[in-house]
């Protein structure tokens, strides 16, 4: 399973961290990432990050302001939310791949076979 924490309220320019660990049946996952689901949208590729070259992959709306890394052990993905913005608000999934990500379709929901429960981040103005 996937495990996600550390969402909650802040005002715009804040900053807030998630942390996704996987376990039980979810082993040694190989790629693993962040997507987000706003009210009345369609959920969204965040970022990802590959296992063994660490290859980090984002989303042009979170590019310079998010932040992905994984753990040495490569079971725990940590998402550091800087300059966070209202439009950022949504339920953030943290997802998992048996196999290691395609760049080229990293945001792809069809990469990842495992989805934790969501976790709310609300930026308010």
């Known amino acids: 399973q996937l495990q996600a924490s550390g969402g909650g309220s802040v005002q715009a320019g804040e900053s807030l961290r998630l942390s996704c660990a996987a376990s039980?049946?979810?082993?040694?996952?190989?790629?693993m990432g962040w997507y987000r689901q706003a009210p009345g949208k369609e959920r969204e590729g965040v970022a990802s990050?590959?296992?063994?070259?660490?290859?980090?992959l984002y989303s042009d709306s979170v590019k310079g302001r998010f932040t992905i890394s994984r753990d040495s052990a490569e079971n725990t993905i940590v998402l550091q939310m800087n300059n966070l913005k209202p439009e950022d608000t949504a339920v953030y999934y943290c997802?998992?791949?048996?196999?290691?990500?395609?760049?080229?379709?990293?945001?792809?929901?069809?990469?990842?076979?495992?989805w934790g429960q969501g976790t709310l981040v609300t930026v308010s103005s």
């Open positions: 997802a998992a791949s048996r196999y290691n990500l395609i760049v080229s379709a990293w945001s792809q929901r069809t990469q990842y076979d495992y």
């Open positions: 039980g049946s979810v082993v040694s996952p190989n790629g």
């Open positions: 990050i590959r296992r063994g070259d660490a290859k980090k």
